[in-house]
């Protein structure tokens, strides 16, 4: 409390105020973003999903690796130092977070997470119970890249329920992690756990893997890339409404419902923005629809050089 109360989270904004609560301890029922235990890793999700296998739930629990739905609009996971708060870094807070540390370079605004051996937390992920006869790498790239920039994606040749995702920084990975585990994709509930490997090899010269491992590091299609963008202002759990923006004048709403329809999709509303008609707000079925619409139809070419950007909504219509 000494040493957070009063301080900025961003520069000048976002300032936090700490009191004591009259509560002598804290009941969590589910672990998700509103409430989580961090000894508990067990805890169903509510909202019907199935909570963590053992063996899932032994990976998370391994030290130094803490799935947080707290990392915020910027992308860093919930630590003891916060990198936008004038340099403000506490190393010696105990209990749950204490594993963590948060380091920032100037230069880049990467952020590296290090564990308790002070050996920097994975930025891949190993994503499992995947559909096989359904993923794509491209397909994991874009959901993935809806909570940072993925540089590689690699299906396992033999295991193809299993995929490593590459993201830029271990704080992105943690983001990703916790907004999509426990998810749907193609009739599968997402399992996510930070992976062992560092970085996600690519197949040597003359060996070919049937397109399984994409390298992305230099796609156009990265949301992150340029520090301080209002994208990370808008990182939002997968939701059934979509936020749709980019839309060329001559696009209509008909035009777009028929877009989503078509993937699947059931529309059950749709509205364009009063003040600004290159964005819209659509609702589909259920959550699963959503994810994977938006897969389907983010960068669709919509005429006009207009490509549609799509991701996922706090907003209801």
Same mark, same amino acid.
């Given at each position: 409390?000494?040493?957070?109360?009063?301080?900025?989270?961003?520069? !000048?904004?976002?300032?936090?105020?700490?009191?004591?609560?009259?509560?002598?301890?804290?009941?969590?029922? *589910?672990?998700?973003?509103?409430?989580?235990?961090?000894?508990?890793?067990?805890? @169903?999700?509510?909202?019907?999903?199935?909570?963590?296998?053992?063996?899932?739930?032994?990976?998370?629990? !391994?030290?130094?690796?803490?799935?947080?739905? *707290?990392?915020?609009?910027?992308?860093?996971?919930?630590?003891?130092?916060?990198?936008? /708060?004038?340099?403000?870094?506490?190393?010696?807070?105990?209990? /749950?977070?204490?594993?963590?540390?948060?380091?920032?370079? !100037?230069?880049?605004?990467?952020?590296?997470?290090?564990?308790?051996?002070?050996?920097?937390?994975?930025?891949? %992920?190993?994503?499992?119970?995947?559909? @096989?006869? !359904?993923?794509?790498?491209?397909?994991?790239?874009?959901?993935?890249?809806?909570?940072?920039?993925? %540089?590689?994606?690699?299906?396992?040749?033999?295991?193809?329920?299993?995929?490593?995702? $590459?993201?830029?920084?271990?704080?992105?990975?943690?983001?990703?992690?916790?907004?999509?585990?426990?998810?749907?994709?193609?009739?599968?509930?997402? =399992?996510?756990?930070?992976?062992?490997?560092?970085?996600? $090899?690519?197949?040597?010269?003359?060996?070919?893997?049937?397109?399984?491992?994409?390298?992305?590091?230099?796609?156009?299609?990265?949301?992150?890339?340029?520090?301080?963008?209002?994208?990370?202002?808008?990182?939002?759990? @997968?939701?059934?409404? #979509?936020?749709?923006?980019?839309?060329? @004048?001559?696009?209509?709403?008909?035009?777009?419902?028929?877009?989503?329809?078509?993937?699947?999709?059931?529309?059950? /509303?749709?509205?364009?923005?009063?003040?600004? =008609?290159?964005?819209?707000?659509? $609702?589909?079925?259920?959550?699963? +629809?959503?994810?994977?619409? #938006?897969? $389907? #139809?983010?960068?669709?070419?919509?005429? +006009?050089?207009?490509?549609? =950007?799509?991701?996922?909504?706090?907003?209801?219509?």
């Amino acid at each position: 409390k000494m040493a957070l109360d009063g301080q900025n989270i961003y520069n !000048a904004c976002c300032t936090l105020r700490i009191e004591f609560s009259k509560l002598t301890s804290l009941n969590v029922k *589910y672990n998700n973003d509103k409430s989580r235990d961090f000894t508990r890793l067990d805890l @169903p999700s509510g909202d019907g999903q199935p909570s963590l296998d053992p063996t899932m739930a032994a990976a998370f629990g !391994a030290p130094g690796i803490i799935s947080s739905p *707290y990392a915020g609009a910027a992308g860093f996971a919930t630590t003891i130092g916060f990198p936008q /708060a004038a340099g403000l870094s506490v190393s010696a807070i105990p209990g /749950a977070l204490a594993p963590l540390a948060v380091t920032t370079s !100037a230069l880049t605004g990467r952020m590296a997470i290090t564990g308790m051996d002070g050996n920097p937390v994975s930025s891949v %992920l190993l994503v499992s119970n995947l559909n @096989p006869d !359904a993923i794509t790498p491209h397909g994991l790239f874009i959901l993935f890249g809806v909570y940072g920039d993925v %540089l590689r994606v690699k299906i396992l040749f033999n295991k193809k329920e299993n995929a490593l995702v $590459q993201m830029a920084d271990a704080a992105q990975a943690q983001l990703a992690m916790s907004h999509l585990s426990g998810q749907r994709l193609h009739g599968r509930v997402l =399992r996510i756990a930070v992976s062992k490997h560092q970085t996600v $090899q690519l197949p040597r010269e003359g060996h070919e893997d049937q397109g399984l491992t994409k390298d992305y590091s230099n796609s156009p299609l990265h949301r992150f890339k340029k520090p301080g963008s209002k994208n990370f202002l808008n990182i939002f759990p @997968p939701s059934a409404t #979509l936020h749709l923006s980019n839309i060329p @004048p001559s696009i209509t709403e008909d035009d777009l419902k028929s877009l989503f329809e078509n993937t699947g999709s059931t529309v059950k /509303a749709f509205k364009f923005f009063q003040k600004d =008609r290159k964005m819209a707000l659509i $609702q589909l079925g259920s959550v699963e +629809e959503a994810i994977l619409a #938006l897969i $389907q #139809l983010h960068n669709t070419e919509l005429g +006009e050089s207009h490509h549609l =950007r799509v991701s996922f909504s706090k907003s209801t219509i």
